[in-house]
C-alpha cells in the first residue's frame, strides 16, 4: 500500500519561478538558472513511492536536495509543481495543497520528524519532552506520561527519564529524540540525519535500533542521509540525489550491482559490500561453467554432475565429496570441512564468506531442487574489489 506519493514534484527558491520554471523545461542547469533568474532550484522533478513498512533513503552529496524534498513531505517547504501525497486511511492528502486544519491534523496524526540538532527543550525532562508532542495531540497528562514512559523503556531510556537533556550524552540525546517521534504512533516518520552528528560506534548501534523498532512498529520511514554505507544498511529503497534530480532509485543490491551514473559509482566504490549482495548476484551461473567429458568444471580440481539441474554428485580428484544442506539455522562447527555446501541463492555474502571461512570447498547455490551457479573464492574477491560493475563473462 503506498504511504506517500512524491509526484513531478519541483521546489524553487525565490522569487521568479514564472521564470525559472520555464527555464527548468528547457533542460537549464542549476547553475545556468541561477545566473539567468536568480532562483535555486531545490528539487527538479522528482518522483518516489514509498509503501507502507518501507524505509526510504534519500541518499546525496551536501546540497543535492535531500532536506528539501523531505521537508515538502510534511508541507514545511513549498512545493512549485507537482504533487506530494499522504495517506490519511482510506484518502490521499496533498501536503502542498491542503487547508491548515487538514496539514495540522496530518502533522499531529501521520507524519513526524526527526532532525539532526535533536531539538529537545532543556527545561523539560527527558520524560516531558517524550510527551511534548502528545499534548498537541490534546491526550491527558497521565496518558500521555504512561506512553512516554513506555517509549523510553524501547530505547532503554527508562532510568534516565528525569534527567534533563544536558545530563544525556550525544547518543542519548538521539534516542530520545527517536523515543519522542515513535511516541506519536504516525505512519510516516521523517528522519533528517539523524545520526549523523554522532561517532560511527554509537551510529551503528541506533541504526541497528532503528531496524529493530522498525520491525516491530512496521512504520514508512524516509531518512535523508549523505552515507551510501548508512543508506544500504537501513534502506529498503535508494533514491540518490545529484543536482537537485533523483537520478537513481533501486533497491540496495541494485544500487551497488548497477550504478547509473559514475557519480552513484564513485559512492559504490567505497562502500562494503558484504551486507549488500547476494548469492545470486555474485554466483557464476551453471551454464559459464566449462564441460568436460561430460564434466562441470568448477575449477582445475572440482567437478558436479547434474540431471535436470538436480545435483548427482560433486567430485575433486580424491572422489565423491559429501555435501551438506546449509540453513540459517546451521551451526557450521558441527559441519564437516571438507564438504560442499548447498546454499539458497539469496544468501547474504557475509554469510557465504563464513560458510568459506569454515569449509575448504565451493559452494552451490540452490532454488528449490535446482542448482543455479558456484560460489568460490575468485566470486567474493571480485565483489571486495568492485568489479561487479559489468559482469566479467569469462569468471
Ligand atoms: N530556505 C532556503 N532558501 C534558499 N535556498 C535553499 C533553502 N533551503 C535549501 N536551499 C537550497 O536548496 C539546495 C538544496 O539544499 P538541501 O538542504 O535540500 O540539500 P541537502 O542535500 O539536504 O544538503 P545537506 O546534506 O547539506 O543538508 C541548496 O542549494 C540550498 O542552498
Known sequence: MTVVSIENVDIVFGDNQEKTLPLMDKGHSRDEILGMSGDVVGVQNANIEVNEGEICVLMGLSGSGKSTLLRAVNGLNKIARGRCLVRDGDKMIDMAKCDETTLRHMRTHRVSMVFQSFALMPWLTVLENVAFGLEMQGMPKEERLQKAREQLKMVSLDQWADKKPDELS??????????????????????????????????????????????????????????????????????????????????????????????????????????????????????????????????????????????????????????????????????????????????????????????????????????????????????????????????
Open 170 to 395: 550525544g547518543g542519548m540525546r538521539q534516542r530520545v529524540g527517536l523515543a519522542r517521534a515513535f511516541v506519536m504512533d504516525t505512519d510516516v516518520l521523517l528522519m533528517d540525519e539523524p545520526f549523523s552528528a554522532l561517532d560511527p560506534l554509537i551510529r551503528s548501534q541506533l541504526q541497528d535500533e532503528l531496524i529493530e523498532l522498525q520491525k516491530r512498529l512496521n512504520k514508512t520511514i524516509i531518512f535523508v542521509s549523505h552515507d551510501l554505507d548508512e543508506a544500504l544498511k537501513i534502506g529498503t529503497k535508494i533514491a540518490i540525489m545529484e543536482s537537485a534530480r533523483i537520478i537513481q532509485e533501486d533497491t540496495p543490491e541494485q544500487i551497488v550491482l548497477n550504478p547509473a551514473t559514475e557519480y552513484v559509482e564513485k559512492f559504490v566504490a567505497h562502500t562494503n559490500p558484504l551486507n549488500v549482495l547476494r548469492g545470486r548476484s555474485l554466483m557464476t551461473a551453471i551454464d559459464q561453467l566449462a564441460v568436460k567429458d561430460g564434466r562441470i568444471m568448477v575449477n582445475d580440481d572440482a567437478w558436479i554432475e547434474l540431471d535436470g539441474g538436480k545435483l548427482i554428485k560433486a567430485h575433486n580428484h580424491n572422489g565423491e565429496i559429501a555435501t551438506v544442506d546449509w540453513t540459517p539455522e546451521t551451526i557450521l562447527a558441527n559441519t564437516p570441512k571438507e564438504a560442499v555446501f548447498l546454499v539458497p541463492a539469496n544468501i547474504a555474502m557475509r554469510e557465504a564468506v563464513e560458510i568459506r571461512y569454515h569449509a575448504d570447498q565451493f559452494m552451490i547455490l540452490m532454488e528449490g531442487d535446482q542448482c543455479l551457479g558456484v560460489l568460490q573464492d575468485h566470486n567474493f574477491y571480485h565483489a571486495l574489489l568492485g568489479k561487479h560493475f559489468g559482469r566479467d563473462e569469462s569468471l
